[in-house]
């Protein structure tokens, strides 16, 4: 539990910060402290939906509000087992306090000017995923920005979207390497250090059979929409541009 000191500190914070999740340094140590957020309802959400439904990809589901309760149970279940995740101090049903889990990789990532090392900070990324992965474990929302960077080695954040509830160990496994290929796609830019196919070459022939066999399934059901969209990729958003970007390096890793 923290302190009374600390207690106080972060409820001054809180009455006047404005996001959702903000920072504080007290005594020496930084605290990272996350609100209740609202349910999220973006389009991307009803298109992912409704894919899902259609198509029988429970992969696809969006994540279910997260809850900070779920989100603390992830979190202490992975730093028990020794995973490179923030502290829980306290959880309550409105507000989530965790000790310092490093820097965002996305701030490294658009700080950085050299495509070879971004794309070895990238990597970093997908290898602890994968070992995540075999060791039976999952994220539940892989994209690049739920990962962090401390001490020269990469970690993970915001667990809220963990609870994947009706999917199975190879459905969340494989949800996590489309998600973070997915997100992946804005740093693809430059032709003399290509990301999006080696990676998705990686994650592949780093995953297990049974995960492998997921990603074909979603693959192969995907194909129809995939066709139907690619001949307006140009005038499509941005979702549907990453969403093509994405499957292509997919199909040419399955296809190896």
């Not at 490294?108 to 090392?117: G, T």
Request: aromatic fraction near 4%; charge should be positive.
């Amino acid at each position: 539990m923290p302190s009374a000191e600390l207690t106080a500190a972060i409820e001054r914070l809180a009455a006047t910060a404005r996001a959702r999740v903000f920072c504080l340094d007290f005594e020496g140590r930084r605290y990272w402290v996350k609100r209740q957020g609202q349910p999220r309802l973006r389009s991307s959400l009803l298109m992912q939906r409704i894919l899902a439904l259609v198509f029988g990809l429970d992969a696809l589901k969006p994540a279910r509000s997260g809850r900070l309760a779920d989100e603390a149970a992830a979190l202490r279940h992975l730093h028990a087992g020794g995973w490179p995740v923030p502290e829980v101090i306290t959880a309550t049903p409105n507000r989530l306090v965790l000790g310092d889990g490093g820097s965002g990789i996305e701030n490294l990532l658009n700080a950085e000017p050299d495509a070879a090392r971004r794309r070895a900070l990238i990597e970093a990324c997908a290898d602890l995923l994968l070992r995540l992965h075999a060791a039976g474990e999952w994220h539940g929302g892989a994209q690049i920005r739920n990962f962090s960077w401390r001490d020269g080695a990469p970690g993970l954040l915001d667990l809220e979207d963990h609870d994947l509830p009706g999917m199975n160990l190879a459905e969340r496994q494989a949800r996590d390497c489309l998600l973070l290929l997915y997100s992946l796609t804005r740093y693809d830019k430059n032709p003399a250090v290509p990301l999006l196919a080696p990676l998705a070459q990686r994650l592949v022939q780093g995953a297990s059979p049974a995960v492998r066999a997921e990603i074909a399934r979603l693959h192969r059901r995907l194909g129809a929409p995939i066709r139907l969209a690619r001949p307006f990729a140009h005038k499509a958003g941005r979702d549907v541009r990453q969403a093509l970007a994405a499957e292509a390096a997919l199909g040419a890793a399955l296809a190896q």
